[in-house]
């Protein structure tokens, strides 16, 4: 479905005029509130993932994420003398002062002895390592992250960045925006609102049993000391 299909399927069920404008919300109101839903969907679904290169810097603390990154959700790196990436540890800047209070890693910890990142960490539109790469490497970092939605603006465009895994999930664009608007119009809210919420707890499911790509880390010889409430701060949202 492209918007001008899903933009059918909302004034049919909600027994709206066909035509330009014509019914009691603009073209341009339901836009607006096709790509709000969707946006919606996204960020609860986690639908859309993505994943980038960067070369590695020697030196360098932080590196600026992708334009369309929502959330990162994995990193993986390189270096110097490997063949293959592994991952590193996600971990708040908070615990990285923590560590540093309590003496388990250098003062401060954002100029210790570079070497291979063992820790990553997220701070605005930029994420950083602990610690810092050594050496300049190609593609030394692959970073996993959930992709922000681009915004359709056009009857021809088509939703979930025209990934086609998600065909099947369109419609709940629709169910969206009539839930959205059935105050309004007179519809039936619960049954738009259950249609909608049910749909997106069911994509959800069903994106989750299909993910292979399970987030695994190797603790086996950490770098440093680790405690539960250290593992704890490293999976708060």
Known sequence: MNFE????EIKDAANEKTGTDSGRFTDAQY???AN???REICIETECLQSSAVADSVADQLEYSKSSDTAKIKRIEVKGASDADYSAVVPVSME????WEQRGIITRPWRDQTADKPSYWYTRGEVYGFHPKFSAAITSGIQVFYEEQPTEMTATTDVPFNTDTTLYGYH???VYGVLANIAPTLGLDTKYWSEKYENGKAQMKNKLESDDEDILTFSL???AVQIEASDIEEWYKE
């Open 5 to 8: 299909d899903i933009y059918n």
């Open 31 to 33: 836009l607006r509130k």
């Open 36 to 38: 709000m839903v969707m």
């Open 95 to 98: 615990t990285l002062d923590s």
């Open 171 to 173: 419609r709940l664009i």
């Open 220 to 222: 086996d010889r950490p």
